[in-house]
């Protein structure tokens, strides 16, 4: 029997994207999306994209109602709105994967710094965060997964390798991200118009963006030492994508085969991490649609500083997709399940 | 067992595409691919995007070596080169789906007035034009089809219940196109670079464009009745999709509800075509990387003309995707089989 | 002495860019600017595109304030709004170019079909519509000019010839124009979110869109007889630039230059009119910027129809620059100054 | 009289773009312009844009003939092929803004080690490096300019008052630049196309681009130590703009607003550079189609690293517009000249 799920705010960009993905997935049936704004309309009159192959009502948002014909739910919701909804559900049995940043933070005083007063202090410690290729034996047994921010599973993916095997400097870390629209949500917003988009690049939120502290507790956490990155987000002019720049001190000498052998070895097995050759270098174009995390690295011979670059879709390997890898970890099925599409070039 | 696959001229636009979708087909299995320009190189190096999905080489075109190890043919190669090779699978024994414009045109002298000499006019009466909405049924057996071009695709089926019905004059009938870019396919020319397509739009080959005749056959087959349609295509900047604006003079009083209940009455049972309701039009944003076809009408009560608009991609239902669902038909699978992708949005 | 002029309605799309044309008008000074949103904050923290370029503040709208320091009135406010105050101002004796739509319809039912109740209907007798290519003469004195719409701008310097010499049936016109985003204005609406327009095209207000009365009724004057066009808008994923397709019906056997010729004579001396020769057709890229129509055309000898396409840039001469030029008319000033500005290529 | 200008190279996008420009500048005619491509054709034929504004043949490449009738050259050629041309024109008594690398490198050996052997090494003396910002004076008398590259002109505006004042450490720089596409070039290649750079952002040449020598010199010059950068270029889906992100460490306590006011003191009286207020960032998108080049910074007090930003259009200020201000100033025209024009927004 299918495994019922229920996406809890399912008219946002993740929402819509989490439908598309998991009609693909042959355990899971959706059986319930809840949406203020649309409550009472068929998803594919919000969404034309999903007319034809889904007939399900957005209805509104009660935890009752939704546990009754759910097993699973994933919550895209604002953040503090998703931390008054995800205990409810935790309460009443369910397994949650939550796509705001409520249950991301481990330490409530690095989060209240960031964003507000949490009130679901309590579920920090039953969370887990949602970056499989770091935790997935916590994320098997989890009963809230904090599914991990757009930019952090960009810049830790690349990260990851250099830190576990003591490659680089802990010191002057700079995390340069370039993100399609999308990340934005589909808030009706005068930054979000065609208009003063497209045609344009800007840098924004440089040390103040939200996602710096969910970078640096992971880092720092895998390091066991305080690491503080330099942080900037830039905005393009396409709909999905997050292309991230590390530059990084190594801390002996390497060539760039080596350090990319070094990435080959730590993600050996990992079905959505894939490195380049040397001589090649990741697109986002290459990943759209899909749940990869394209990975390419140079190294400086001359000075030992080195770059790492990876391409994710935001919508997937940022948000959805690696949702619906979270959820097949902590159900048992075969991670890729449901995922298994390839991106949609060009 | 699996269907053994060839795709021949696999590293253009429709080829990465084909091999996209037919990654997710169930009883489909690709076993060789050929490029001159590529022929040695994995796939996954020539596309990425398909990296660490497909383990296969290009190789050069030898019909001998391709029909040894496979049961079917896709070719996706130039016309004229196609008219040289399909007949070679042909007597070879392979059933083939031609993705050029060599086997659509069933008067020779009207091929030969488009584009050039016909050197294979003796297969021209065992192809099949592969539009499944107006020929499923001799698809089925067909031998060869002739896979429709991406704007007749477009117009045709917007055009096809009006005719049938008798619901328009077969004058005057415009079909007025908008298309991305890839429809040009991956050919080095100035005027496919990036610079000189964004943020403009123009119309080409007014009166002149070579799917005028495809669409102009398929029409008057329809109506029994020569038909003549202005058809002018634009390029507009994107990668995918073709909207069509099509103009039609009604031959009764009708209400657009009426017209819109044509259309749905028409394709009653068609897996890929989806009728907006009366006050909604379509967007080629919705149908994105997806096989369908979005219609929409509105009807002027007070002079009589219709305004019919239609939305694919044209890569998938205008190309690769369709030339899927015809394989399917010819080889009795569901027609829907490795179609069933949701849209990608947004 | 300049020209002291006044922009009612400074923080839109078109006031924006009558600020960057103005700047380089050697006999004017902008010397009000209003916004309701953003009374008190200078021009150039509103668009940090003219900072360092002009020193004003914009202020809430009084009518006796603004008055006092200006020669001349640009309105660029919305509908309704502008048929309150275009009559203030000219109690006060200011002549005035309003882009609303409020004065352009000579006959206030037609408006009030379209739009809402007129309270200015004795002053559409005062008003001129302002194309320049029709109306020159009636502009030089007019008190009140109803700048047209952007795409009654395309649509009738695409006309104009062919109903003036009576080269077309004025039956079964159809109008089919694409548009980029910037027509839509500055609002805040899902509709123009870069993600929800980005990559795809759509029609829209088939038969219903506000511009038809405007393009019917100067066509018809100009026949003196009853026109009625098929118009279909469509948006398309780029700032500025409408490009219209005309569909129409020769009453006489010519060739496609000689079309091009009653074009020719027909705009001779028109500064901004620029026909193409036989083979090549426009594209509003090579207008972006600039207060240029571009015009090209070709004949079917077989059927004697034919399609004249027109490429501007709505924000240029389908707005603020035909304003401009509507100004210059009105003051005496040379009709190209300040506007003989390249477009911007690429 | 006004001066007599040729432009060597004239059809690619830098050529283009200084015909843009020069049309409205008050003291200079364009009387030649060369392409070996183009040789006989009309320039608004090669540049429908340019049509009805310029009447000029573009003709092949004669040294002699070109000297007769100009005053004063733009060698818009590529690298090498500048290197044969220029010092012709040197000799022939012509003073030159060459586009290309060939005169920018001062150290031979550094040029050979990044280009291919340079042949005119005895003028690399006589050459000025063209960052009016940087080395006015020395432009002034200049015989040739060697106009900066584009990356490099982004990123030295920024860099400048950070050396000169002492403000930073020299190690660690890290320049991370976002292009639009036209930075490529009008040549024909499969990654300039559309379809493939459309939807997609990618880093490229990372530590091997040749504007990397270029940014070095400058900056060692400035500093009188050798500074090693780490510069990645990323190519965005846009038409024009760089914006270029600087992370450096300061060498002392700042605020953000006393980072601003050093870019304040520094740049006061240039007349293209822009200084954002604290809480703004610059967007190639205000800058697009002038000659500004707008600075905002941010300063982490935490550790003291800063996050300096510049934007500009990299046909502009990256190209055309600095070699027309380097003209200005070698001919003792106002800096401005023929440049005040207002970025086109949006």
Known sequence: MKTKVAIIGATGYTGVELLRLLLHHPEVEVTALTSQKYAGVQIGQVFPSLAKQLQIKCEELSVEQVSKKTDFVFTALPHKTAMETVPLFYRSGKRVVDLSADFRLKDSSVYERWYQKHTAIDLLGESVY???????????????????????????????????????????????????VSGAGRDVVLESLFCEVNEGVKAYKIFAHRHTPEIEQEASLLAQKKIAVAFVPHLIPMDRGILTTLYVQLTKKMKTEELLDAFQESYEGEPFVRIYPKGKLPNTKDVRGSNFC????????????????????????????????????????PEAMGLDVAPLFP
């Open 294 to 333: 394209d990975i390419g690295a140079v190294v400086s011979e001359t000075d030992g500083r080195a770059v790492v670059v990876t391409a994710i879709d935001n919508l997937v390997k940022g948000a959805s997709g690696e949702a619906i890898q979270n959820m097949n970890i902590m159900l048992g099925y």
């Open 130 to 180: 949602g970056l499989p290729e770091l935790h997935r034996d916590k994320i098997r047994s989890a009963k809230i997964v904090g599914n991990p921010g757009c930019y952090p599973t960009g810049a830790l993916i690349g990260l990851i390798p250099l830190i576990k095997k003591g490659l680089i400097s802990l010191e002057g870390i700079v995390v340069d991200s370039k993100s399609g």
